[in-house]
């Protein structure tokens, strides 16, 4: 078990469900620690940049379409094994395998509306939060109660 921070994002339309604070509670209450967050509007380069991966494939115009529709809310947690985590979390890119309990399970019906992002591999998590972060932006802090989660 190590401590990682991942990045995750809250897609276009979470803030217009005003959900936004339900979904941060899943994390608060787990015990991991949101270390930075924002709302913003992702400049097209960003989105590019963000999801170069899908380059090609066939919802790829309609992602980037989508995540620039409105504004996100990015953050970066840290916590032990922090990345699997929220990625369970989340539950599968693909809605119909996400089951209850997981944020998408719960949340969302459409795939190409998933309504979170988060940080597949360790590597994924320092590149994408290097694009979303200025350093400075990123607070880390000593949680008195961590070990009782
Ligand atoms: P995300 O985790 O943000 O990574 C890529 C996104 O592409 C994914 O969530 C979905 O929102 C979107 N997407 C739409 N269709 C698919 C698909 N068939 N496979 C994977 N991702 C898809």
């Known amino acids: 078990m190590a401590t990682q921070r991942t990045f995750a994002m809250l897609k276009p339309g979470v803030l217009q469900r005003r959900i936004v604070g339900e979904i941060l509670s899943r994390f608060e209450q787990k015990g991991l620690n949101i ?17 170069a991966e899908h380059k090609g494939k066939s919802f790829y115009d309609d992602l980037i379409a989508y995540i620039i529709s409105g504004p996100v809310v990015a953050m970066a947690i840290e916590g032990d094994d ?5 990625r369970r979390m989340c539950g599968p ?57």
């Open 35 to 51: 270390v930075a967050l924002k709302v913003m509007s992702i400049p097209a380069l960003v989105a590019t940049t963000h999801y």
């Open 93 to 149: 890119t693909a809605v119909c395998e996400s089951l209850p309990g997981t944020i998408r399970g719960d949340y969302c019906v459409h795939t190409n509306h998933n309504i979170i992002h988060s940080s597949d591999s360790p590597e994924s998590a320092a590149r994408e939060l290097k694009l979303f972060f200025h350093p400075n932006e990123i607070v880390p802090w000593v949680d008195g109660n961590a070990h009782w989660y």
């Open 82 to 86: 922090a990345i699997q985590l929220v």
